[in-house]
C-alpha cells in the first residue's frame, strides 16, 4: 500500500530521484574509499617511513571528504524537495478526492478522520520517504560498495563475508519479522487506551450517573495491562537486538584479524589492508543495520499509507455527469420521481417511492418525525446523496446530468446545523454570491431578522466570525444562515429545519419577510414546528420514509391521522382547530 | 483514528550504530509522528516551570523498581567498559601481526638494538624507529599462538559486553513500563477522583491531552534516554580515557572536533529553528482551512465554492511545501556536516598517527585502535546532543501530567454510609444554596419536596438554575447551605454509587462510547442483560426503526467521528439507555429537545409507563412537553418564582403564563 502510494507520486520526480541516487553513489563511494588511502599510508608511508607520502595521501584523503560533503548535502537538498513535493502532491490528492466526495462518502469517514488523515497522515508518509531519501538509499550502494572495495583488498580475505553477512542477515530478519506485528500490536494499543480514556473524560457524567467507574476502572486497567505485554514483548526483542549485532560485528573483526593475520604471514596480503578492511566489514554490517532500523520504522508509516490510500481509492457515489448540461431554463421547477434512498447493505431505507412536485411560486413543506428521512430528501437536490431509486429533477432535467456548478446556481440550502466560516459575517453572507453589493446584504439580512443584532456587532458587517460560527448564538446563527441563502437568490430555497432555534414571533416575522422575498421562487421547508409550516401551499407528511399525506394544512387535518398526531403533540385541540 | 501516537517502540532504542556512517533517526524538529491531536494543537509544552524538581518526581516514579535498576546500572557500567577495552585489545593482535612481519625480515638470533642498528645502516631509518614500539624479536615470524590468545581474549570481552548489554536493556524495558503503567493508572483513577467543577475549568482537549499525548510523550523520552543517556555518558568517558592512554597528542588531535562539532550543530539548529516555526505555522493555516472546509463539507458544494476552496488550498499546501523543505534542508545538513567532521578527523588522525608510528611514538595496531575509537567517540557524543531536546520536552510533559495528579479532589465519600431504609423516591430540598464561584450566588434558600411517584417540569430561562439543581441532586456538585435528603437521609451522609445507583438520567450532552448501538443501550443495566430486552427498549423509545435502517443494526459501531447516526438518533439511544436502566428517581435533562414533538410525545407515552411509581425531574424548553407534570417549577435567576400544576399555573397568570402565552399567542393567532 505504502509502495504503491508513493510510486504513483513519485513518478513526475523521477529525474530529481535519479539526481539523489547519483549524488549518494558519489557520497557513499567518497567515504569508503577513505579507508582504501588509510591502508595506502599505512603501507606506503608510515611501514617505509615515508613522511612526504603520508602528507601526500592525508591532502587527497580531505579532498575527497570535501565531494562526500558536497555530494552529501546535494542529495539532503533534493532528498527533501522531492520528499515536501511527495507529501504536497498527495495531501492535493486526498483534497481533491474529498471534495468531489458526497456527503455519504463524507459522513462514514468523518470529517475529523478526513482531516486527520489529509494532514498527519500524509505527513507521516512524507517523513518515511525523507528518510528513505537522506538515509536508505545510501545503504544498498554501501553495502555493494563495502564488498567491492573489501574484494579490491583481498578476496580470499572476503570470503569471510560470505558467512558473516547471510548469519547477520538471516537474525536481523527474523527478529524484524517478529518485531513488525508487535510494534503495530503497540500502536493499536496505545490507540485503545487513548480511546478509553477520551471516552471517560467526554463521558464523565453518564459514568458517575450510571455508576459505572468499577466497570470503566476494569475497562481502563484491561486495556493499560494489554498495551503494557506487549510494550515489553516488543521491548524485548529491541533490547536483544543491539546486543546481538553488535556481538556478530565484533566477532567479525576478531576473525578477520585471525584469517587477516594468516594471510599476512603467507605474504599474501599486506597489513594496511587489515585495517581498510575491518573498516570495509563494519560499513557493510551497519548498511544491514540502517535497513533493518528502517523496516522498523514501516509499520507506522504502513498504517498512514493505507488510511489514505483508502481515502484515494473510494469512489463518490455522487459522479460528475459526463456530458453535463450547463444551461438550466432556470425556472425552479423541482421534482421527485419515485425516489428511494438507501444505504447500502442496509435492511430499510431511508426513504422509499417519494413523488413530489415543488412549483415556483410555491411553498411546499415536508414534516414528520426524526428519523423520517426529512433531511436525505432535502440533500437529494442538490446531490450531496443521490437517490439509490428514482430520479430527481430540477427545471425537467435529472440532476445526475446536470454540472454541478449549474446545479448548485440555482439552490439556496439553509442546513439544520448552520455552520459558518471563519471570515466576518460579510465574507458569510456574501458565500454564494461574491458579487453581492453591501446594500443587497442589509436587505437579506432585514429579511432574515437579522439586521438588529448585525448592527448592534462590533463592525456591523465586518464584525468577526469564528469557526463554525461559535461567536454568535444558535439563533443569530439560523438567520446569518438564511440571510447567506437569500444574497444567492436561487430559483429554489430549501430550509432544512431552519427556523428551530428561533423564538416564536422571530419565526412569524421571518416567515413574512421571506413570503415577499421569495414569492417568485420555489420554496421547500423542513420542520418540525406545525406552526412554521402551517401556511404552506403544499404540506408533504412523511412516516418511515414514505409520503402518508399530502395537501394543505385543513386538508390534512381532516383526513390524515398522522399528521393530526403531529399537530395535536403541538397543539391543544382547541388551538388546532 | 490512530490518534495517538508514534512508531512507540520504532523509536525506542536507536540502534546505537558504532560507525559514524548513520545516525539512527536524528529528531527532525518537532515530533514528526505525532498524534492528530497533538497535531491540532494539544502539543506538548516545550518548556518546563520547574525543570529540577519535575525531573526529580519522574524519576522517583520508578522508585519500585530502585532495586533492579541498580543491577542494570552496574550491568551498564560492565558492558561499556568491557566494549570501551574490546579495541585497545584487538589492536594489540594487530601489532603481534606486525610484529611478526618485521621480525621475519631481520636475521635470527640478535637483539631488537641490533636490529635498529642493522637497519639504519641499511637507510632504514624510519623503520628502525618504529621497532621501539613493538614487540618484535628478530627473525621470528607471526606468532599465532599469542595472537590467537589475544584474539580468545577479544572474543570473550565482546560476548561479555554484549550479554550484560542485553540484559541491561531488557530490564531498563521493563522499568520504562512499569513507570509508565502506573502513571497511567494514576491518571486514570485521578480522573474518577476529580470533582466535576475541575471538568468546567478546563478545557476537556487539554485534560484530554495531558492524560494521552502528554504520556505517551514520557514513554517515548523514558525508553530512548534512560538506558541510552548512561550508555552514552560512560562510553564518552571511557573511550576519551582509552584515547588518552593511547596516545595523548592523537587524543588532543580528537578531541578539536567535539567543540567544532558542538559550534555547527547549534549554528545550523538555530538557523533551522525559524525554518520549524514557519513550517508549523503553515500547517496550522493549512489544518484550519481543511478542517473548516470538510466540516462544511455540503455548503461549499452546495453554495459552489469548490473552486475558490480548491485555489485557497493550493496557495496554502504550496507554502508549506516550502517551508517544509527549507526546515528538512537546513536540519538535514547538520548530519552529512557531523559527518565531515567526522571524515577529518579521521584523516587528520590517519596522518598524524602515520607520523607518530613512522617516529616510532606508536605502534600500527595502537593507530588502529585509536581510529575505531575516535568513531566510538563522535556517536554517543551526538546522541547524548539530540537526547537533551528529547529530556527537555519529556520532563515539560511530565510535569503537566503532575499537575494534573496534584489537582484537587472531591471530598471522599463518608466512612460509614448511610443509606435510606427503603427508597421510594422522596425527595427534599431544604434551604440550599449553592453557588459556582463564591462571588456569583446561584442559587439561595431553595426549598422544596417532592413526593415518591411525582413528576416535577423545571422550566425558565437558561442560566436559570435548572440543570445546577439536577446537578446538586446528583452531587456533581456539594450544597453550599442547606441540605437534599433522598427519603429522609441527607444524600451527603450516602455514598454517591449508592445515590446515583438509584437515579436513572438523559443528558442534554448526549454520550456514547465507542461500541455497538446494542452495547451503549445496555451500558447501565446488569451485564449479561438479553438482546430482547434491549430491542424492547429499543422499540419503546423509537430507536428500533431507525437502527433497522443502518447496514449492521444493533451491531452497527459508534464511534466519535459517528457517521450514520444523527444527533437526534443519537439523544434516542441514550433515552433507550436510561428506560433500560430502570431507576427509582429519573432526571430528563433537556433529554428530548432535538427530537421532533411527535417523536418527543411517542416517548413520553413510553415514560410514562416508566414513570409510573418512580419520581422524575424533567427540564425541557418546550412547555407543550410537559403539560402533564404534576408540579411544574419555573425558575428564575436561582429561585423557584412559581410552583404549581398547569391548570393552576395558567390561573394564576404569573411567569408560568406569560411563557405560555408567549409560545402559543401566534400559534393561536393564526389559527383564528
Not at chain 1, 570495509?280 to 520504522?297: D, E, P
Not at chain 1, 446536470?402 to 455552520?419: C, H, N, R, S
Not at chain 2, 534512560?226 to 588532543?252: D, E, H, N, Y
Not at chain 2, 489544518?287 to 493550493?314: C, D, P, W
Request: a negative charge.
Amino acid at each position: 500500500m505504502l509502495v504503491r502510494l508513493a510510486r504513483a507520486h513519485l513518478r513526475p520526480h523521477r529525474r530529481s530521484i535519479s539526481l539523489i541516487v547519483l549524488l549518494q553513489l558519489i557520497q557513499t563511494l567518497a567515504t569508503l574509499y577513505l579507508p582504501t588511502l588509510n591502508a595506502d599510508i599505512i603501507d606506503n608511508g608510515v611501514v617505509k617511513g615515508d613522511t612526504g607520502y603520508i602528507f601526500r595521501i592525508g591532502g587527497f584523503m580531505t579532498a575527497v571528504t570535501l565531494l562526500q560533503i558536497v555530494c552529501a548535502v546535494g542529495a539532503v537538498y533534493f532528498g527533501a524537495r522531492t520528499a515536501m513535493a511527495l507529501g504536497r502532491d498527495i495531501r492535493a490528492a486526498v483534497f481533491d478526492r474529498v471534495q468531489s466526495f458526497s456527503a455519504r462518502e463524507v459522513g462514514t469517514f468523518g470529517a475529523p478522520s478526513l482531516i486527520t488523515r489529509t494532514t498527519n497522515d500524509v505527513q507521516q508518509v512524507q517523513m518515511l520517504v525523507l528518510m528513505t531519501f537522506t538515509m536508505m538509499v545510501s545503504a544498498p550502494i554501501m553495502c555493494v560498495g563495502g564488498v567491492v572495495m573489501a574484494l579490491n583488498q583481498d578476496v580470499p580475505l572476503s570470503g569471510l563475508l560470505l558467512v558473516i553477512v547471510p548469519v547477520l542477515g538471516i537474525l536481523v530478519s527474523l527478529i524484524v519479522r517478529r518485531m513488525r506485528p508487535l510494534f503495530r500490536g503497540v500502536q493499536e494499543r496505545i490507540d485503545t487506551v487513548n480511546r478509553v480514556l477520551r471516552e471517560q473524560i467526554a463521558g464523565i457524567r453518564v459514568i458517575r450517573a450510571f455508576v459505572r467507574d468499577t466497570h470503566e476502572r476494569e475497562r481502563f486497567a484491561g486495556a493499560n495491562t494489554d498495551l503494557y505485554d506487549v510494550s515489553v514483548r516488543a521491548g524485548r526483542l529491541m533490547s536483544m537486538m543491539f546486543p546481538l549485532v553488535m556481538l556478530i560485528v565484533n566477532l567479525s573483526s576478531v576473525a578477520v584479524v585471525w584469517f587477516g593475520g594468516l594471510r599476512i604471514d603467507s605474504g599474501s596480503m599486506q597489513i594496511g589492508a587489515l585495517t581498510a578492511f575491518l573498516s570495509y566489514l563494519m560499513y557493510i554490517l551497519m548498511s544491514i543495520m540502517m535497513a533493518t532500523f528502517m523496516v522498523m520504522m514501516l509499520p507506522r508509516a504502513e498504517v498512514c499509507a493505507e488510511r489514505v490510500q483508502e481515502v484515494l481509492t473510494t469512489d463518490s457515489s455522487v459522479a460528475p455527469a459526463e456530458n453535463p448540461v450547463t444551461e438550466l431554463r432556470r425556472r425552479g421547477e423541482l421534482e421527485l420521481r419515485n425516489v428511494e434512498f438507501r444505504f447500502p447493505g442496509a435492511e430499510q431505507p431511508v426513504l422509499k417511492d417519494i413523488s413530489l412536485t415543488a412549483l415556483p411560486g410555491e411553498t411546499t413543506a415536508v414534516i414528520g418525525s426524526t428519523g423520517s428521512g426529512k433531511s436525505t430528501l432535502l440533500g437529494l437536490v442538490p446531490r450531496l446523496f443521490d437517490a439509490t431509486g428514482g430520479t430527481v429533477l430540477v427545471d425537467g432535467e435529472d440532476v445526475r446530468t446536470l454540472d454541478q456548478e449549474t446545479l448548485a446556481g440555482a439552490i439556496g440550502l439553509v442546513p439544520q446545523k448552520p455552520y459558518l466560516f471563519s471570515g466576518t459575517v460579510a465574507t458569510n453572507l456574501r458565500y454564494g454570491n461574491p458579487d453581492a453589493t453591501d446594500e443587497e446584504l442589509w436587505q437579506a439580512l432585514e429579511t432574515a431578522q437579522a439586521r438588529d443584532f448585525v448592527e448592534r456587532m462590533d463592525g456591523g458587517l465586518d464584525a468577526a466570525i469564528a469557526q463554525g460560527g461559535t461567536n454568535v448564538s444558535g439563533g443569530q446563527r439560523q438567520r446569518l444562515a438564511i440571510a447567506r441563502a437569500l444574497v444567492r437568490r436561487p430559483e429554489i430555497y430549501l430550509f432544512d429545519d431552519s427556523f428551530s432555534a428561533l423564538d416564536y414571533a422571530t419565526d412569524a416575522a421571518l416567515r413574512a419577510a421571506l413570503g415577499r422575498e421569495t414569492d417568485r421562487a420555489t420554496v421547500v421547508i423542513v420542520a418540525q414546528r406545525v406552526s412554521t409550516i402551517r401556511g404552506a401551499d403544499r404540506i408533504v407528511v412523511l412516516d418511515e420514509g414514505r409520503v402518508v399525506g399530502t395537501g394543505t394544512h385543513s386538508e390534512l387535518m381532516a383526513d390524515n391521522e398522522t399528521y393530526r398526531e403531529i399537530v395535536l403533540s403541538q397543539l391543544t385541540e382547541q388551538e388546532a382547530a | 483514528m490512530t490518534t495517538a501516537d508514534k512508531g512507540a517502540a520504532a523509536r525506542a532504542e536507536t540502534p546505537a550504530a558504532t560507525e559514524e556512517t548513520p545516525q539512527a533517526a536524528p529528531r527532525r524538529g518537532p515530533a514528526p509522528a505525532a498524534g492528530p491531536a497533538r497535531f491540532m494543537g494539544g502539543q506538548p509544552a516545550e518548556k518546563s516551570m520547574d525543570f529540577k524538581g519535575s525531573g526529580k518526581r519522574l524519576l522517583a516514579q520508578m522508585r519500585p523498581e530502585r532495586g533492579i535498576i541498580s543491577v542494570a546500572l552496574v550491568l551498564g557500567v560492565l558492558s561499556v567498559a568491557l566494549t570501551v577495552i574490546g579495541p585497545k585489545v584487538l589492536g594489540h593482535a594487530t601489532d603481534l601481526i606486525m610484529s611478526g612481519i618485521v621480525g621475519r625480515k631481520l636475521p635470527e638470533g640478535i637483539t631488537k638494538a641490533q636490529a635498529a642498528a642493522q637497519l639504519r645502516a641499511h637507510g632504514q631509518g624510519g623503520l628502525a624507529d618504529m621497532l621501539g614500539a613493538m614487540p618484535v624479536v628478530p627473525g621470528q615470524g607471526i606468532d599465532f599462538d599469542a595472537v590467537g590468545v589475544v584474539l580468545l581474549w577479544v572474543t570473550l570481552i565482546y560476548a561479555g559486553s554484549s550479554l550484560f548489554g542485553f540484559v541491561q536493556a531488557r530490564i531498563a524495558t521493563r522499568v520504562v513500563q512499569r513507570a509508565v503503567y502506573r502513571m497511567r493508572e494514576q491518571v486514570e483513577e485521578k480522573l474518577a477522583r476529580l470533582p466535576l467543577s475541575y471538568f468546567d475549568k478546563q478545557q476537556r482537549g487539554e485534560v484530554l491531552s495531558r492524560a494521552t499525548n502528554d504520556i505517551d510523550n514520557i514513554q517515548q523520552t523514558l525508553q530512548q534516554t534512560l538506558s541510552q543517556i548512561v550508555a552514552s555518558l560512560l562510553t564518552i568517558v571511557g573511550v576519551l580515557a582509552m584515547m588518552f592512554w593511547i596516545s595523548w597528542l592523537l587524543a588532543l588531535v580528537a578531541l578539536i572536533t567535539v567543540p567544532v562539532s558542538v559550534v555547527v550543530a547549534t549554528k545550523v539548529g538555530k538557523r533551522a529553528q525559524p525554518q520549524f516555526v514557519q513550517q508549523w505555522k503553515t500547517t496550522g493555516k493549512l489544518n484550519a482551512h481543511i478542517e473548516e472546509m470538510y466540516t462544511g463539507h455540503s455548503l461549499v458544494k452546495v453554495f459552489g465554492r469548490q473552486r475558490e476552496s480548491a485555489e485557497l488550498f493550493r496557495e496554502q499546501n504550496e507554502a508549506l511545501y516550502a517551508a517544509g523543505f527549507k526546515a528538512q534542508f537546513i536540519s538535514g545538513i547538520i548530519q552529512p556536516a557531523m559527518m565531515f567532521i567526522g571524515n577529518l578527523n579521521y584523516v587528520l588522525v590517519a596522518v598524524v598517527g602515520g607520523l607518530r608510528v613512522a617516529s616510532g611514538a606508536l605502534s600500527i595496531g595502537d593507530v588502529q585502535a585509536f581510529i575505531q575509537y575516535s568513531r566510538q567517540f563522535s556517536q554517543p557524543l551526538t546522541q547524548v546532543a539530540s537526547m537533551a531536546n528529547l529530556v527537555q520536552s519529556g520532563v515539560a510533559s511530565a510535569e503537566r501530567v503532575f499537575e494534573l495528579l496534584d489537582a484537587d479532589e472531591q471530598e471522599p465519600d463518608p466512612e460509614h454510609a448511610e443509606r435510606p431504609e427503603e427508597v421510594r423516591g422522596r425527595v427534599e430540598f431544604e434551604d440550599v444554596s449553592f453557588s459556582y464561584t463564591p462571588d456569583k450566588p446561584l442559587i439561595e434558600n431553595l426549598s422544596l419536596a417532592v413526593h415518591p411517584g411525582q413528576t416535577v417540569a423545571i422550566v425558565g430561562p437558561t442560566g436559570a438554575g435548572k440543570t445546577t439543581l439536577v446537578n446538586l441532586l446528583m452531587r456533581f456538585y456539594e450544597v453550599g447551605g442547606g441540605r437534599i435528603t433522598l427519603d429522609g437521609t441527607d444524600i451527603a451522609a450516602m455514598s454517591r454509587e449508592e445515590l446515583r445507583a438509584n437515579i436513572g438520567m438523559v443528558l442534554q450532552d448526549t454520550w456514547l462510547f465507542g461500541g455497538t448501538i446494542a452495547e451503549n443501550i445496555a451500558y447501565g443495566a446488569p451485564s449479561g442483560t438479553s438482546l430482547d430486552k434491549i430491542v424492547e427498549a429499543a422499540r419503546a423509545t423509537h430507536v428500533d426503526r431507525f437502527v433497522r435502517t443502518l447496514p449492521d443494526g444493533y451491531d452497527t459501531v459508534i464511534d466519535e467521528e459517528g457517521g450514520n447516526v444523527s444527533v437526534g438518533e443519537k439523544q434516542l439511544i441514550t433515552i433507550a439507555r436510561a428506560f433500560l436502566a430502570e431507576p427509582a428517581i429519573l432526571v430528563l435533562d433537556e433529554a428530548t429537545s432535538s427530537v421532533d414533538t411527535r417523536t418527543e410525545v411517542l416517548i413520553q407515552q413510553a415514560m410514562a409507563q416508566l414513570r409510573a411509581g418512580r419520581t422524575s425531574f424533567v427540564i425541557a424548553h418546550r412547555l407543550s412537553t410537559i403539560r402533564d407534570a404534576d408540579t411544574i417549577l419555573v425558575m428564575e435567576n436561582g429561585s423557584i418564582v412559581e410552583q404549581g400544576s398547569h391548570d393552576a399555573l395558567l390561573a394564576a397568570n404569573g411567569a408560568y403564563a406569560r411563557l405560555y402565552a408567549a409560545q402559543f399567542a401566534e400559534a393561536v393567532a393564526e389559527t383564528g
